[in-house]
């Protein structure tokens, strides 16, 4: 079947009950082959998958079922969102994705593909929509791309540093602190057994003209919302990546650095104090 003719049928079938879902999976069968580029397809083609997915629900706490196929959703946006063409339709799938995210009427593990593919081809979208204003990071979506959600992928790995500084450096009075508590904050130093600071960490500290506001979500980071075994542990792994600021050019820096590297290790013995005597209360119990 010709795109033209395709394009006119799918619109069709979205329109019919359930038939968004049906639409997607026909979808997937035609941009089946991720060699093609989106120029081989035609414009009408691209145009109505782009409306097929602005009908999608992404309501799918909401609505108590499980919805379309979060890996089917990311191959049909890998295509009709792509270029310049496809930024005005990907940030308002943006928008309604973080609506839906901020009412909890979506969890990110719902669309974890789909937020990476978004990431992926449309970051200055993805960016405005997700990060663009100053909000309750307590709260909404926002709260999905925080680094102590070890379990996921985080969405912004998809991103270059630079796209990430060219998008900071518009505001960087407000931008460099919020990513700083979105980004990843600790990445691996090729041993399981240590960690180190994002390097993009580092550039938010030379770059931001309000290093005191990084330093505030730096330490955020250092305190891990939700965690699986040792607390003691993954502090004292995270503890580890202090010292590298010890030295540090500007003195609010390094005196920051000394200061939470004290307090980390005192919270580290008092933790594990509590997981020691945890530990024999519940080897008691047991006898």
């Not at 019919?16 to 997937?28: F, N, Q, S, Y």
């Not at 097929?52 to 990311?74: P, T």
């Not at 799938?93 to 839906?100: E, P």
């Not at 904050?185 to 960690?195: C, H, M, N, Q, R």
């Amino acid at each position: 079947m010709a795109d033209d003719e395709l394009a006119n049928l799918l619109l069709k079938i979205a329109a019919r009950d359930h038939g968004v879902e049906v639409a997607i999976d026909i979808l997937c069968m035609r941009f089946h082959r991720s060699d093609k580029e989106p120029e081989k397809y035609s414009r009408s083609l691209i145009a109505a998958s782009q409306h097929v997915l602005s009908m999608l629900n992404l309501q799918v706490r909401l609505e108590h079922r499980g919805g379309v196929d979060d890996y089917n959703i990311s191959r049909v946006i890998g295509v009709c969102f792509r270029g310049t063409d496809g930024q005005p339709a990907a940030f308002v799938f943006c928008q309604r994705l973080k609506a839906s995210l901020d009412q909890c009427h979506a969890y990110v593990t719902d669309f974890a593909e789909t937020l990476k593919a978004l990431a992926h081809l449309q970051p200055a979208a993805f960016l405005d929509v997700f990060f663009g204003e100053d909000e309750d990071e307590r709260v909404g979506a926002r709260r999905a791309f925080q680094n102590d959600l070890e379990g996921l992928v985080n969405p912004l790995d998809q991103i270059s540093g630079e796209n990430v500084l060219l998008w900071c450096e518009q505001d960087p009075g407000q931008r460099y602190a919020r990513m700083t508590g979105s980004i990843r904050t600790f990445v691996s130093a090729g041993d399981e057994k240590k960690l180190t600071l994002n390097p993009l960490i580092i550039l938010f500290l030379e770059r931001a003209p309000d290093v005191a506001a990084v330093l505030e979500r730096l330490w955020d980071a250092y305190h891990p919302r939700a965690w699986s075994g040792s607390l003691a542990n993954l502090l004292q792994l995270r503890a580890g990546t202090v010292p590298a600021l010890f030295d540090y050019a500007n003195s609010e820096i390094a005196a920051w650095a000394r200061s939470k590297h004290t307090y980390l290790q005192e919270a580290i013995r008092a933790e594990r104090i509590r997981e020691d005597e945890s530990h024999r209360e519940r080897n008691e119990r047991f006898e």
